[in-house]
């Protein structure tokens, strides 16, 4: 039986909240990227995920547009404008959905630490039960306030109650229904399976996270900006990457996905990008997958003069897959020719883009041996990488 077609619809437009010194919620700065990228980098880097809509503020339509270029977001089909209720705004991403569509995954974009486990989860429940919602347990006791908030009425139990979070994800036909009714008009509900809940649908719940917080406050920003600084509950893994090629008369000569004109290319069954090799050694290093030869064989026609970004973007699935976001990316070039630094930016937002991060978190400069070994004798080129991962829970 083949996967589902999941696709994901972020709803970003209710967040028109904006913090002193922030501005808008969504595209204020955490950790050095705006908060709307975090779960977008998870959802275009999940193999779980086929596409992603994304519905702004209308009058943030444009400027996230060229956000989510500049990011290399390659699964948005579509920025959508929403509404001023939650349910219209996921309603309009709804109708943007591709209609290949299985299952649509609603997920809040306030919620920049879902990790790809609970996406699997409330996915798989989803194939078995048609709507499924992730929640974690309550644990503070409950009090219910008099009718002036200003006294203890009781105490409610806790038992059997949970927090519902998302992702919740829906086979595409039950949302259908529910829109084109039109009850969702009469009924004010504060998530999608509320929505379905009135339909008489028993929704299914799997285990959330307590990472998988929603910024709502000021104070939520800051414990966000906690978790990102210092890496609260996260895993660390390092993963180091070398590749060299000699040089070819007969072909351009890539580095880090750009073409440099005047040089000698490099011998090699794919395109022979020497730095993407060594990015993708690393982080297969860090995942614990091996190397690049093991998936991605030399004598396997398939991978005949194939772009070693697309080869890098395939690793990059296999790293979320196993639950890890990339912290950042180190690599030296070591050759006598060409200069690097000239390259270096342009090379940075090619492997960035090719593993769904900023360019920022790509580091890249050129070192010469001196005219020592094979480099300093102008025979070829040879680059190192080092990757360091990062995951809020433990991977398989």
């Keep these: 039986m083949s996967a589902p077609k999941v696709s994901a619809v972020v709803a970003a437009a209710g967040l028109s909240k904006r913090f002193p010194t922030r501005g808008k919620k969504q595209f204020a700065t955490l950790g050095g990227k ?12 999940s ?22 270029e500049s990011f290399g977001f390659e699964k948005i089909t579509s920025v959508v404008a929403g509404g001023e209720k939650r349910h219209v705004s996921v309603r309009s991403g709804f109708r943007a959905v591709p209609p290949d569509s299985d299952m649509v995954l609603i997920h809040d ?35 219910r306030a008099d009718e002036h908030n200003s006294f203890v009425s009781g105490t409610i139990s806790r038992e059997k109650l949970w927090r ?65 600084s210092k890496g609260e509950g996260a895993m660390y893994r390092i993963g180091t990457g070398f590749d060299a090629h000699a040089f070819c008369e007969e072909r351009a000569l890539i580095l880090g996905g750009v073409e440099i004109q005047g040089c000698r290319g490099l011998a090699g069954h794919s395109d022979a990008d020497v730095l993407s090799h060594a990015v993708a050694d690393a982080i297969l290093g860090a995942i614990g997958e091996g190397d690049l030869g093991r998936h991605f064989p030399p004598n396997d026609p398939k991978y005949k003069n194939a772009s070693s970004l697309a080869i890098l973007s395939q690793v990059a699935r296999m790293m979320a897959d196993k639950g890890y976001r990339i912290e950042n990316i180190d690599c030296i070039v070591v050759c006598e020719e060409p200069r690097i630094s000239p390259h270096s930016p342009a090379m940075e937002k090619k492997i960035a883009d090719a593993l769904g991060i900023s360019s920022n978190a790509v580091n890249i400069k050129g070192t010469s041996t001196e005219g020592l070994g094979f480099t300093g004798r102008k025979e070829g080129i040879a680059a190192i990488a080092s990757a360091c991962l990062s995951t809020n829970h433990t991977a398989d």
Excluded: W
């Design 34 to 45: 705006p908060l709307l990228t975090y779960c977008l980098s998870t959802f275009e880097l």
């Design 47 to 68: 193999k779980l995920i086929a596409s992603i809509v994304v519905v702004v503020p209308e009058d943030e339509i444009s400027h996230s547009r060229e956000l989510f």
């Design 109 to 143: 974009a306030a919620r920049p630490f879902v990790d790809n486990d609970t996406i699997k989860r409330v996915i798989e429940q989803c194939s078995r039960t048609g709507a499924s919602i992730c929640a974690v347990p309550v644990t503070d006791t409950l009090k």
């Design 164 to 228: 519902a979070q998302t992702p919740q994800v829906f086979r595409r036909e039950i949302l259908e229904e529910i829109y084109r009714s039109g009850r969702t008009e009469k009924l004010d509900a504060t998530d999608e399976s509320a929505l379905v809940e009135a339909e008489g649908i028993r929704v299914g719940m799997v285990m959330g996270s307590n990472l998988n917080m929603k910024i709502t406050t000021a104070a939520d920003f800051k414990i966000a900006e906690l978790i990102v």
